[in-house]
């Protein structure tokens, strides 16, 4: 065969590859993008590269059509995404992010579901103050996006301080070890113009990458640790994950799991999301060593040619859980154990006050949507400001959007408990069962990839839901419901009991069936619903429930019984079984 046959035969590598290898470990023309005044954006290749440092260029959608009308460029602005091992984080540095929020971004700090936190409506003359500014308060924004490991989740379990100090050790661990060597960070945000060293979170390191090389990932990793029976993290939905078998109150060692993910594309069923597979079990110091050879795998195996097939679910899903275990023990030099099982009992949090075995409390408030902001009736952001200024303890973001006050000694406790009440946090997770399982992503209008509303729209669509509920004596009944504003997954919907996922505007796919525990894939039960059919289709859904369900049956096992829809047994059968009526 002739070379120029040969090269023609092989697939394409997927654009970001070449931006990726062109780019000098990450610095492309982004700090030249950062200096020229005649546009609010970044070149589109930049772009790509912006997201290794935690930010994405994003555009106010609401007004995109008036300025289009008046010919200016959109309104340009960036999303920062400050990366929290564990999500655990000082008063200090809330009170940082608190201010930041209003001296460089749009008044609203986002707490995510994985456990960070988001600025948005950055304009670019501020941007390197505002990257400084969180590098000054010991957080950074590095790896927070882009084709590499991403924030490490760790199940925030207020329960138990001892547990919960080793996993949070791992998961620093497994986030330190995978972080990107590059000084491309440093250099392009922390140093002043006459090129003098800010203060740095950590040294930087020599000019390679000895883990990812200079193309990276072919797409994002997702790591989680959890502590059962708590499946807060949804360690499912994640690339890798490493969930504690615990031992006479010990953390002996992990069960490593691999290749969960969310994302697919409306109508396109060769994407599909997918529950992780058990892989194996290693001992607490072999842990950084285990993710560092799954990552590498997926490194040299995972699709580079096409973006939405490159997840390490589809290189497991191609090649087989048994190849993948052989290709990990083989760089590791050794054979992972047998995976030992778990059990997990929820994947929400568990709202309120709980006691520690060293005497501390921990509070965990229902945050909506994770969107910390100040409304008339409501400034909770004042209200966690005051606290902040009081509390010694530290504050943990939880991967459902929530947070927890956490270590709070008892001499702080009334002074808090004081501080909810005059700011009426203390009633936030007064709320229906429905309400507070609840999640959404950001969508519009900042998420570019937005079909429909998500955040704007669920809190009201709860509230008609509610009322059918209360009729029916099932308001407590705790039922999760997550809505995305496009198929990609971002809150995760593809596991809650009921998920609404945006095809366009006012339009909804509703799925059902999902595992309570986050253990089980939904499935589609009705394609492209327009708002206001929702309620009349939940209706005679919530009472059968009500009237047929067997002692303690969860709502996502009931829809299956009840023959509303097939249960997903696998991730590549999730688009099975759907009849469009
Ligand atoms: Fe996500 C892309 C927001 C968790 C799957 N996600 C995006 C972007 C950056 C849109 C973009 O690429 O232009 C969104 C920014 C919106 C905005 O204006 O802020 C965005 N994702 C979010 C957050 C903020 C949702 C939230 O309301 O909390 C979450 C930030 C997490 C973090 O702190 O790191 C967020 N995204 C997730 C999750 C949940 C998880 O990881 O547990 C998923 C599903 C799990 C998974 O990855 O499989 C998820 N986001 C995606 C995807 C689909 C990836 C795929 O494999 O198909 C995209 C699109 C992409 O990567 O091309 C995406
Ligand atoms: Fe944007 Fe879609 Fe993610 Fe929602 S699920 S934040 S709409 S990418």
Not at 159 to 180: G, M, V
Not at 431 to 437: K, T
Not at 439 to 459: D, F, H, I, K, N
Request: charged share 30%; net charge negative; aromatic share 8%.
């Amino acid at each position: 065969m002739s070379f120029q046959k040969e090269n023609e035969d092989k697939p394409k590598l997927a654009k970001n590859e070449t931006i990726k290898e062109a780019s000098n470990l990450l610095r492309g023309t982004i700090a030249e993008g950062l200096l020229d005044e005649s546009t609010g954006a970044l070149t589109s290749d930049d772009t790509q590269l912006t997201k290794f440092h935690g930010i994405y260029q994003q555009d106010d959608r609401d007004i995109r059509r008036e300025r289009r009308k008046a010919k200016l460029e959109p309104a340009y602005s960036f999303m920062t995404r400050v990366r929290l091992p564990g999500g655990v984080c000082t008063p200090q540095q809330w009170l940082d992010m608190d201010a930041f929020c209003t001296d460089y971004a749009n008044g609203t700090l986002k707490l995510t579901t994985r456990q960070a936190f988001q600025l948005h409506g950055i304009i670019k003359k501020n941007l390197k103050l505002t990257i400084r500014k969180i590098n000054d308060s010991l957080m950074d924004t590095v790896a927070a996006c882009g084709d590499v490991n991403r924030n490490v989740l760790c199940n925030p379990n207020p329960y138990q301080s001892i547990l919960h100090a080793e996993a949070l050790e791992i998961a620093r661990a497994i986030s330190d070890h995978l972080t990107p060597a590059t000084r491309a960070y440093h250099e392009i945000w922390l140093e002043d113009e006459n090129g003098e060293k800010q203060k740095i979170t950590e040294a930087p390191e020599p000019e390679f990458e000895p883990i990812y090389g200079k193309t990276y990932l072919p797409r994002k990793l997702k790591t989680a640790v959890a502590l059962p029976p708590c499946n807060d993290v949804d360690i499912f939905a994640s690339d890798l994950g490493f969930v504690a078998v615990i031992e006479d109150d010990k953390i002996v060692g992990y069960t490593v799991t691999v290749g969960g993910g969310m994302g697919m594309s409306h109508g396109q069923v060769k994407t599909f999301p997918r529950l992780a597979d058990a892989l194996g079990f290693c001992t607490p110091d072999k842990v950084t060593d285990v993710a560092e050879k799954i990552v590498t795998t997926q490194r040299d195996y995972g699709d580079r040619t096409d973006r939405k097939h490159a997840r390490l679910k589809y290189t497991i899903e191609d090649r087989g859980l048994e190849w993948f275990r052989g290709e990990v023990e083989s760089r590791l030099g050794y054979s992972l154990d047998e995976p030992r099982p778990f059990k997990f009992d929820h994947n929400g949090d568990r709202y309120g006050w709980v006691d520690d075995e060293n005497g501390n409390s921990h509070l965990t408030l229902f945050i909506q949507n994770g969107c910390v902001v100040d409304t008339d009736d409501f400034p909770i952001r004042t209200g966690l400001r005051e606290i902040a200024k009081v509390h010694d303890g530290d504050f943990r973001l939880t991967a459902n959007q929530n947070l927890i006050i956490a270590n709070v000694s008892s001499a702080k406790r009334t002074e808090i408990n004081n501080l909810l009440l005059k700011y009426k946090i203390d009633e936030c997770y007064d709320q229906s069962g429905l309400r507070l399982n609840s999640m959404a992503c950001v969508a519009l209008p900042t998420c570019g990839l937005a079909l429909a509303e998500s955040q704007r729209y669920l809190p009201d669509l709860i509230e008609e839901l509610e009322a059918v509920l209360e009729e029916l004596g099932l308001e407590k009944e705790p039922i999760t419901i997550r809505m995305t504003g496009c198929p990609n997954g971002c809150a995760r919907p593809y596991i809650a009991e009921i998920a609404f996922v945006g095809r366009a505007p006012g339009k909804y796919n509703i799925y059902l069936g999902g595992g309570f525990t986050g253990d089980r894939l939904n499935k589609l039960y009705k394609a492209a619903v327009k708002q206001e059919e929702i309620l009349g289709i939940f209706r005679p859904i919530f009472e059968r429930y009500a009237r047929e369900r067997t002692e303690g049956e969860r709502f996502g096992d009931f829809v299956i019984r009840a023959g509303y829809v097939a249960e997903t047994r696998l991730g590549r059968e999730f688009h099975d079984d759907f009849k469009e009526d």
